[in-house]
């Protein structure tokens, strides 16, 4: 375990049962949050230090914080699973730890040792595990992060910093359940470039995100798809999550997904799916996707489903696509067998209905 020592303090005033279960109903994704969260400091030539769970809480920063001004600040998602036989459980914290490091390498910040993070996690699902929602479908959404807070106004990496751990109890991530969406394909806007912070969890990503989102929407699509900087016409992602394109049906079909070229986020779902559709018998592929690669395959029969895949939805099925050239549909608009078959094998696992063969449950409690 780590070399860092957690203080604990419960939180003073704790919700009742009565209304803890009723705030359990009904869940959406990312408004409700637990009773405690972590915290712990970095300061240059210190180190990490001052690691609390503590009641959850406002923070106070000084306007000249450096998060403001610069935007060194990276943040993660995974889940914890109630557990069929009991129990609360992660998923791959571990990989969550390591991607963390590696945003925080990009933007300059300090690393957050792999143990440090999965026992921080840890520490608040014990603290919390009453919140942990036990109905198909629901977990609990544990969001770390790193800010830059020391008040310095020169452009340089700060020298101190705030890890924050919170969690959300969270239902279905698209409010409408697990359906199709529709996409519109962004020909105005890039998510990354080469050479850019693509591959990293940073702020600055998803903000940069929000003008092509909102165009999307205003074109009647739920999720805006992005393509690649240069020649704009790889497909790399939809919003924040990466994209597998089926082709044939059956045992025979093989799954594509567009291959990382440092300007995709290396996805722990993507990751995942890789492994278990070779797991049931499919071929995977890593390649490059055009714009005209998907229509002329849609058209011709040769790929039959698209799905997108990410910690918070699992896996979305792609029913339509929309562009300023056209649209199309996909799989009828319906969800196609085998994204719905590699959801239920992820999920199985995720909540301990299905042996874990690769190493991927961490059991909490």
Not at 89 to 108: C, I, M, Y
Not at 191 to 207: E, L, M, Q
Not at 304 to 333: N, Q, R, W, Y
């Amino acid at each position: 375990m780590s070399a860092l020592s957690f203080s604990i303090t419960p939180n003073p005033n704790p919700v009742s049962p009565e209304t803890r279960e009723e705030r359990l109903k009904n869940l959406g994704f990312g408004r409700l949050f637990t009773e405690h969260m972590v915290q712990i400091r970095y300061v240059e030539g210190v180190g990490w230090h001052d690691a609390r769970v503590e009641p959850y809480q406002s923070i106070s920063l000084d306007p000249a914080a450096s998060v403001f001004h610069y935007g060194q600040a990276i943040f993660e998602g995974f889940k914890a699973f109630s557990q069929e036989g009991g129990g609360v459980a992660t998923f791959r914290p571990d990989a969550n730890a390591r991607r963390f490091q590696s945003s925080a390498e990009r933007l300059a910040m300090p690393s957050l040792p792999e143990d440090v993070f999965v026992q921080a996690a840890d520490l608040l699902i014990q603290q919390d595990q009453h919140w942990v929602p036990r109905r198909d479908g629901e977990s609990l959404y544990l969001r770390p992060l790193m800010i830059a807070t020391e008040a310095a106004l020169g452009v340089r990496p700060a020298r101190e910093y705030l890890f924050l751990l919170i969690a959300s109890p969270s239902g279905a991530y698209f409010p409408k359940g697990v359906r199709p969406v529709s996409v519109w394909i962004s020909k105005n806007y890039v998510r990354a470039a080469p050479g850019g912070t693509g591959d990293t969890k940073c702020a600055g990503n998803y903000a940069a995100s929000l003008v092509a989102q909102r165009q999307a929407n205003l074109a009647g699509c739920d999720q805006v798809v992005w393509l690649d900087a240069v020649k704009r016409t790889d497909v790399e992602e939809m919003g924040g999550m990466n994209l597998f394109f089926v082709y044939g049906s059956g045992k025979s079909a093989r799954l594509v997904t567009p291959r990382l070229t440092g300007s995709l986020l290396p996805g722990i779902t993507r990751d995942s799916l890789l492994t278990l559709a070779a797991d049931l018998g499919y071929a995977t592929e890593e390649g490059t996707i055009t714009v005209d690669d998907w229509r002329r395959g849609v058209d011709r029969g040769e790929i039959t489903e698209v799905f997108a895949c990410g910690t918070a939805a699992v896996i979305t099925p792609v029913g339509e696509v929309k562009s300023d050239s056209g649209s199309f549909l996909i799989h009828g608009g319906e969800t196609g067998p085998i994204a719905a078959e590699l959801r239920q094998r992820l999920l199985d696992i995720q909540y301990g209905r299905r042996p874990d063969e690769h190493g991927w449950v961490h059991r909490v409690i």
